[in-house]
C-alpha cells in the first residue's frame, strides 16, 4: 500500500493469509476518485494490519532523546510561558530509558486492525465486534493530538458492558479509524482532506464493513467529522453523540470576537462567554491559531526533536491539568501519553496531521454553531458535557443550535480527552445516548 510504504516506519507487517483477506464490494459513492491506479477490488478490499517498529527506529528515538538540546528555564513558576522545563525534561528522560514501545505496539496488535482506501488514501482503523448480539455499531473518531490511543479503554466496556456495569443489549461494535494523516493511516498528497470530506470516508467505511444502521462519536475533531456525517444524512446513521460540541450563537460569537455582551444572557451563559474569553486571552488557543496559520513551519520542529514533539502536544490545553503521570492510577498514565506521542513520531505525522486545521481554516471556529453548520443537522444529535472540558456547551445554547438534541448531560468529572481519562463513565454516557435510537 503505496500511502503506507512511504512511511519513515517502514516495517508495517500485513497478515497476507487469503484466508483473512476481506473483499467486499459496495458502491463508494462520492468518497471515490478516478484518480486512483488501484483496480476496483484493491479499492474496495480490507487488508488485516499488523504494527512492528524496527529496533532501529526506536534506537535513533533514543539518541536523539539523550542528544537534545534543552533551552533555559521559564522564568515564571507556573506553565503560563508553555511546557515547564523541570517537567518536560523529567518526562523525555523517562521517553529514553524506561519507556518500552514494544507494550503498546503488543496492545494494539491484540486488537483486529486493518486498513482499506477510502477516496485513494489508505486508512487504518480497529474493528472490535462485539460478542452479543445485535449490538450497535458504532465509528469513533479521535482529534488532535489525540490518536486511536484516546479509545482503547472504550473497546472493552462498549463491546462488553455485561464486564463493565452494563445490559448486554447495550453492546456495541466498535469502529476507531485514524484520521487521514494520523497514525497509521496514509497522508494526504493534495489538499481537501477537510472534515466534510473525512465524514464521507467514515460513510462509505462503515457500508464497507456490510453495516446497514450505525452511529457515530466524536470529540475534538471528531465532533465537526461526526457532525458532517449526519448533516450530510447518510443512509444507515441513525445519529451521533458529540462532546466539545458546536453551540455558540452568533451573538456569543460576536461578543467573543471584540463586540459587547449580548443582552438577556443567564448566568450560566455569561460565565461561559467569560470563560472563553479568559481562555483566549491566556494564550490558550496559540496551538490553534499556528497550526491553522502555519502547520507545515510548526512540522519542521516536532518532526527533527522528539522533546520538541512532546512540548507540542503538552501544551495543548486539554493536558493542563495532567500530573505528567505522578498518580500512576490517573489515566491518562504516563505511559499512555508517551504511547501517543510516541505514535506521532514513530509515523512522522506531526506536520500531516496538524494540516487539518489549515484544511478547516475557512470554515472558522469549531465551536461556533454557525461556523460548523448545525442549523443543516436533522438528525438525532446527544451531546455530553465534561466538567473540565476547554469549553463546557450550555444546555440552552445546544438546544439552539441543533433542532433534534436528543440527549443532553453535564456530568461531574473528566475533562478534553474524556475516552482516555474516564472510559467507564464515557461508555455510560454513549450507552444512555443512543438507548432511545437502538429500536
Known sequence: ????????????????????????????????????????????????????????????????????????????ADASQGAQLARLQELVRYWGTGYDWRKLEAKLNAFPQFTTTLDGLDIHFIHVRSRHKNALPLIITHGWPGSVIEQLKLIGPLTDPTAHGGN??????????????????????????????????????MKRLGYTQYVAQGGDWGTPISSEMARQTPAGLLGIHINLPATVPPEAAAALAGGPLPPGLSDKERAVIESLM??????????????????????????????????????????AKWTYGDDPGQSPTKDDVLDNITLYWLTNSAA????????????????????????????????????????????????????????????????HFAAWEQPELFAQELRAAFKALRS
Open 1 to 76: 500500500m503505496s500511502a503506507i510504504s512511504s512511511s519513515p516506519v517502514r516495517h508495517y507487517f500485513l497478515a497476507a493469509s487469503a484466508a483473512a483477506f476481506i473483499l467486499l464490494t459496495p458502491d463508494l459513492g462520492d468518497a471515490q476518485t478516478a484518480q486512483s491506479p488501484r483496480t476496483p477490488a484493491d479499492v474496495q478490499s480490507i487488508q488485516p494490519f499488523r504494527i512492528h517498529v524496527a529496533d532501529s527506529d526506536l534506537a535513533d528515538l533514543r539518541r536523539r532523546i539523550a542528544a537534545t538540546r534543552w533551552p533555559d528555564k521559564e522564568t515564571v
Open 168 to 205: 448486554a443489549d447495550e453492546a456495541f461494535d466498535v469502529v476507531i479509524p485514524s484520521i487521514p494523516g494520523y497514525g497509521f493511516s496514509g497522508k494526504p498528497t493534495g489538499t481537501g482532506w477537510d472534515p466534510a470530506r473525512i465524514a464521507r470516508a467514515w460513510t462509505v467505511l
Open 278 to 319: 479568559a481562555y483566549n486571552k491566556g494564550g490558550n488557543s496559540a496551538y490553534f491559531t499556528m497550526l491553522t496559520a502555519r502547520p507545515q513551519t510548526v512540522g519542521y520542529g516536532m518532526t527533527d526533536s522528539p522533546a520538541g514533539l512532546a512540548a507540542w502536544v503538552l501544551v495543548h490545553p486539554g493536558f
Open 352 to 415: 500531516s496531521s496538524g494540516r487539518l486545521y489549515w484544511e478547516n481554516g475557512a470554515r472558522g471556529s469549531v465551536i461556533v454553531a454557525a461556523a460548523q453548520k448545525t442549523a443543516e443537522i436533522s438528525l438525532p444529535v446527544a451531546i455530553t458535557v465534561f466538567p473540565d472540558d476547554v469549553y463546557r456547551a450550555p444546555e440552552s445554547w445546544a438546544r439552539r443550535a441543533y433542532r433534534n438534541l436528543i440527549y443532553f448531560h453535564e456530568v461531574d468529572k473528566g475533562g
